[in-house]
């Protein structure tokens, strides 16, 4: 599965997931409105007539978004928790989403962090990687519970032809507290996870690079050079770029000399980009325009910076 | 809330929780059956008729055991990947086994695990706690971010009278690869893990417990006794007693003085008991009563081992 994301970005000249985490204070009015007309009528059991308003706005702000950007980024990445909060109806607006995204191409990694143990994490895995419920192409994983709940995470992928990228030195503010806490040998914990993702990733590899990719910020580029060198066959997922303070000058460290090895997401920046001043002449009717020029912007800032790719890409447009 | 699940364990003179972890093989063939002919008809949309079915036999299955044990237990802990693994059917059987179990007076712990920053965060603790969509009492929640990942949790908590526990100290054989690992002071990751739940919990008393509690395997005794004096208004979550090896004498160190401050999961050695020789007698049609008897069994394993409470509970009987 990671032959064809890197198949995408090489096509498409774009190191970019568009992060499809559609918090309702993004949707324009109009979409809310459209979906309350949508769900007059009857509420199916085991749904809030509210969940089915807001789950439906979900969809037709999604689709509008993938609509705009399907052809500019080879990836999208859904985040559960936006859809898990809407209850069944949400449950089926991430489904459609997923299913809507395949359609049109992209490759999508699941933002689900789940992380549990031997059967349970199986079930996970089955859940989300094995096509027959949540069927994504990468999921993200937890590791705080060690090789027995990435284990069988492995063994679904080999199975299926999928991937996940473990949470090694997350975006946030607070990661430090634990992943950047230094063990007896003067590493990091967040060394040691991406040690252990590397010995994961061993015997699942695709040409350079392995299955089993890895969760850097980037927020972290002094971490991601450390990580980078660590672990040089698992490509990286960066969240934090835009919205969360990270520049395109902050992710080159995460690139391998090929300019590939790693793949950048937005959510906000590029979702929600018609809020932001820059783009507010598209208003609220043109999110989508917005959406799509704010995708540009970031795929030209990448290319600018990330200097060894760029020869790559150019070649391929 | 803490307060609620306290009164439940004294009136019922059983710390103990139920964990509802329908793994398919676990069910009876009969009750396999039966959701097959329930199943005939149309299948709802974005629904595969397998899943409906697996989807039924875990209802069907879970309404027998709540029935069977919830006068004997204060608490039950579906595991939310046994349900999220059949897709869209799966999270309906898991949102009317919250509501079952709910209406039998139980508590109900949402083993789900999660843990994301910031707004995704809050959805998840939205999506779980709100009373809004998938409405548990408690939900597990994954510290490896901190305490970015942990305050939404604590702010939807508040709001709702609602806890969590957090993962400490897992039950699982790996627990050691990142959770053991001494940091500089010679102290282990758990046990600043546990500090820090210490301090998430201490705005959210309720007495002498908070609503943030931790996840410690009671396969861990010696872990445990350190926690236990680290944290010493933190209610344990502990897992791990009996299919996965602990045995009662394991868990005196969890409790406290007052015979309070752990609640013991078991799951398999309850809800499949009628697969162990010990209560073969019972026979696949006698599962629900095979899970009775092995409910019993543990309640009166833990108080033989655990003095202290045992003055407690018995006076409440």
Not at 282 to 291: H, L, M, N
Request: negative net charge.
């Amino acid at each position: 599965m990671i032959q064809k994301l890197i198949d995408g970005i090489l096509s498409k000249g774009a190191p970019v997931v568009v992060g499809l985490d559609p918090n309702l204070s993004f949707i324009p009015g109009f979409i809310l409105k459209n979906a309350e007309e949508a769900a007059e009528g009857e509420i199916p059991e085991y749904c809030e007539k509210e969940n089915v308003i807001a789950a439906e706005a979900v969809w037709q702000f999604n689709k509008s978004i993938v609509d705009a950007v399907y052809d500019l980024v080879p990836a999208v990445k859904p985040q559960s928790a936006m859809y898990e909060q809407f209850g069944i109806p949400g449950m089926i607006a991430y489904r459609k989403t997923i299913e809507y995204c395949r359609s049109k191409g992209l490759i999508v990694i699941g933002d689900v962090k789940r992380g549990d143990i031997g059967s349970t994490s199986e079930a996970y895995a089955r859940g989300h990687l094995a096509g027959k419920a949540f069927d994504v192409d990468f999921a993200t994983v937890n590791p705080y519970l060690g090789s027995d709940g990435i284990k069988p995470f492995l063994k679904i992928c080999k199975e299926y032809d999928k991937g996940i990228f473990v949470l090694v030195k997350t975006s946030n503010p607070s990661s430090g507290e634990f992943q950047d806490v230094l063990i007896g040998d003067g590493r990091a914990v967040f060394e040691l996870v991406g040690q252990k993702v590397r010995e994961w990733g061993a015997d699942s590899m695709e040409g350079v690079y392995s299955n089993v990719g890895a969760v850097v910020g980037a927020t972290y580029p002094e971490q991601a050079k450390i990580l980078r060198k660590l672990m040089p066959h698992t490509f990286i997922l960066a969240p934090g770029y835009g919205a969360q303070g990270a520049t395109a000058a902050d992710l080159s460290g995460f690139f391998d000399a090929d300019g590939l090895g790693a793949i950048v997401n937005s959510s906000r920046g590029i979702i929600a980009a018609y809020k932001k001043q820059e783009y507010s002449k598209y208003g609220e009717e043109g999110f989508a325009d917005a959406a799509r020029a704010a995708a540009c912007d970031m795929i030209e800032d990448l290319r600018g910076a990330i200097r060894v790719g760029r020869t790559v890409w150019r070649a391929d447009r």
